[in-house]
Each structure stands twice: as structure tokens, then as C-alpha cells.
């Protein structure tokens, strides 16, 4: 796994986590098993998959976290991370400015 895509994390509290891109299979099955039977996301199930399969430094549990804020924070970036919505963190790795910059020399 260490292949794939890592990045660090640090919440408003100061706290630092490293992520880590788990595959594209495994995010599907990490929504699959995060959904009760009516598809409906369910907080708790998505939490414990990002944890196990998602935050690789530290190692926590739901229940390792001291108030809600810090958790939900975490668990979005996390979610963001693997979902393709973390946009930011592209522009700033400076992975995609060429494209966004010259957008007229591929053409």
C-alpha cells in the first residue's frame, strides 16, 4: 500500500494525522459498507472505515477522539482526501497549476 497517496493533515486544534489513498476498490467499498440497508450514509459505519482503512498515523478509534469537533473535522478531511474533493491540496503540491495556467497549450 505504501504505493499509494499519502498526506498530512493538521486540524484547527493542532493535531496531526496522515492519510493515506487506500485504492479506488477500497473507497467503493469503504461507501458500500458505510450505508445501511435503504443506501442512507451512516456516520458511525463511515467513521470506523475511514479510521481503519483511511488515517494510517495515528491509529484511532471513534472513541479516541476528546469532542466531536475535532473527529467530524478529521473524518470530512479524510473523506475529501479519498473522494477527489480535496482540490485545495492539488493546487498547493502544485500538481495541476500547469494545466489550469496553460489551459491554451494543450489545445
Known amino acids: 500500500m505504501s504505493a499509494f497517496?499519502?498526506?498530512n493533515f493538521t486540524s484547527e486544534a493542532g493535531n496531526t494525522y496522515v492519510f493515506q489513498h487506500p485504492g479506488v476498490r477500497m473507497v467503493s467499498k469503504i461507501?458500500?459498507?458505510s450505508k445501511n440497508k435503504h443506501g442512507v450514509m451512516m456516520e458511525e459505519r463511515l467513521s470506523e472505515e475511514i479510521l481503519k482503512h483511511?488515517?494510517?498515523q495515528p491509529k484511532m478509534k471513534i472513541d479516541d477522539f476528546?469532542?466531536?469537533q475535532e473527529y467530524q473535522e478529521t473524518i470530512n478531511a479524510a473523506y475529501a482526501?479519498?473522494?477527489g474533493q480535496d482540490k485545495d491540496d492539488d493546487k498547493q503540491a502544485g500538481d495541476h497549476d500547469d494545466r489550469q495556467e496553460g489551459s491554451g497549450a494543450e489545445s
Open 5 to 7: 497517496k499519502q498526506k
Open 31 to 33: 461507501n458500500d459498507a
Open 54 to 56: 483511511v488515517i494510517v
Open 66 to 68: 476528546g469532542d466531536y
Open 81 to 83: 482526501f479519498i473522494s
